[in-house]
């Protein structure tokens, strides 16, 4: 089920096996009015407007909180197992640090409305209670193969390779806070492919609920992640020096790093793929697509 539009995003399903495909909307009308009968023993729901720059609150309260809250409803009416995306956007500017713990849920306050509408899911699950039959997963900073359609929301690494090879240097965020160097401000950066394994792990273990940081636990710097696209690619150092703009100034998150305790207690045990393997894979993946 999706929104696949006028662009190239439908590249992305070539190679899946899949029995149907539904718009979004039309999904979604089956799912309320019960029109057409929707049998799943579960659903994975990975849609949002991601968008940290979209200023249309209601649309993002109709995309991203009740469309979610619809699926859940009908999924836990139907005993199919429900794995959804949160964000680690929900936790604001760090002042309460990445806990996942549930006490720590209501007390967050996100910078930007998309934030802030996947914030409303996760407190509505726990004033219900029911974080014992769902997963919410707060995804980090993904990045990897199959992001070209994001647009703007595309990863840096994505950008900064695309950079490279077009101007032959990659630009950065100059910092205007004194405590954070210059290129230092820090990501927890989390390979897509690792993000998938966490995803099929709570699809293969139906005992294990609740909601859980998706990210590595290891907060690494845009210079790190840029001098792992220099040496990637071949190319040497060159970074371009820009001004944060405007309309982040006071909504820039400058530190993110996921408390994994909660997923490994929950019996994830798989390493992930360190930063340097993780953009070394990606670009010679973007480098056979041309």
Same mark, same amino acid.
């Given at each position: 089920?999706?929104?696949?539009?006028?662009?190239?995003?439908?590249?992305?399903?070539?190679?899946?096996?899949?029995?149907?495909?539904?718009?979004?909307?039309?999904?979604?009308?089956?799912?309320?009015?019960?029109?057409?009968?929707?049998?799943?023993?579960?659903?994975?729901?990975?849609? +949002?407007? *991601? @968008?940290? %720059?979209?200023? &249309?609150?209601?649309?993002?309260?109709?995309?991203?909180?009740?469309? /979610?809250?619809? #699926?859940?409803?009908?999924?836990?009416?139907?005993?199919?197992?429900?794995?959804? +995306?949160? *964000? @680690?956007? %929900?936790?604001? &500017?760090?002042?309460?640090?990445?806990?996942?713990?549930?006490?720590? /849920?209501?007390? #967050?306050?996100?910078?930007?409305?998309?934030?802030?509408?996947?914030?409303?899911?996760?407190?509505? @699950?726990?004033?219900?209670?029911?974080?014992?039959?769902?997963?919410?997963?707060?995804?980090?900073?993904?990045?990897?193969?199959?992001?070209?359609?994001?647009?703007?929301?595309?990863?840096?690494?994505?950008?900064?390779?695309?950079?490279?090879?077009?101007?032959?240097?990659?630009?950065?965020?100059?910092?205007?806070?004194?405590?954070?160097?210059?290129?230092?401000?820090?990501?927890?950066?989390?390979?897509?492919?690792?993000?998938?394994?966490?995803?099929?792990?709570?699809?293969?273990?139906?005992?294990?609920?609740?909601?859980?940081?998706?990210?590595?636990?290891?907060?690494?710097?845009?210079?790190?992640?840029?001098?792992?696209?220099?040496?990637?690619?071949?190319?040497?150092?060159?970074?371009?020096?820009?001004?944060?703009?405007?309309?982040?100034?006071?909504?820039?998150?400058?530190?993110?790093?996921?408390?994994?305790?909660?997923?490994?207690?929950?019996?994830?045990?798989?390493?992930?793929?360190?930063?340097?393997?993780?953009?070394?894979?990606?670009?010679?993946?973007?480098?056979?697509?041309?």
């Amino acid at each position: 089920m999706d929104r696949l539009g006028s662009g190239e995003k439908w590249k992305n399903l070539r190679g899946l096996r899949y029995d149907n495909y539904l718009d979004k909307d039309e999904f979604i009308t089956a799912i309320r009015t019960g029109d057409k009968p929707c049998k799943a023993s579960a659903i994975i729901h990975m849609g +949002a407007c *991601s @968008a940290t %720059t979209e200023r &249309d609150a209601d649309y993002l309260m109709r995309n991203n909180y009740q469309y /979610t809250r619809d #699926l859940c409803d009908w999924a836990l009416q139907h005993e199919a197992r429900f794995i959804t +995306a949160s *964000s @680690a956007a %929900t936790y604001g &500017d760090v002042a309460l640090g990445y806990s996942d713990q549930d006490a720590v /849920t209501p007390t #967050l306050q996100p910078l930007n409305m998309y934030g802030y509408s996947k914030q409303l899911f996760d407190e509505w @699950a726990l004033r219900h209670n029911i974080y014992t039959r769902i997963v919410v997963l707060k995804f980090f900073n993904v990045f990897g193969p199959r992001e070209t359609h994001k647009g703007d929301m595309r990863s840096v690494a994505h950008k900064a390779y695309h950079e490279l090879k077009e101007r032959h240097t990659i630009s950065l965020f100059r910092s205007d806070r004194a405590e954070y160097a210059d290129g230092e401000q820090k990501r927890d950066f989390i390979y897509v492919k690792d993000a998938v394994d966490v995803v099929l792990f709570f699809l293969d273990n139906p005992k294990a609920n609740g909601l859980f940081n998706c990210g590595t636990g290891q907060a690494q710097s845009w210079l790190a992640l840029a001098r792992a696209i220099f040496k990637a690619t071949g190319q040497p150092e060159n970074i371009n020096w820009i001004d944060m703009p405007p309309a982040l100034v006071g909504k820039y998150q400058y530190f993110t790093q996921a408390d994994a305790q909660k997923l490994r207690a929950a019996g994830y045990n798989k390493p992930f793929t360190p930063l340097d393997d993780s953009v070394a894979d990606y670009v010679r993946w973007m480098k056979t697509q041309g």
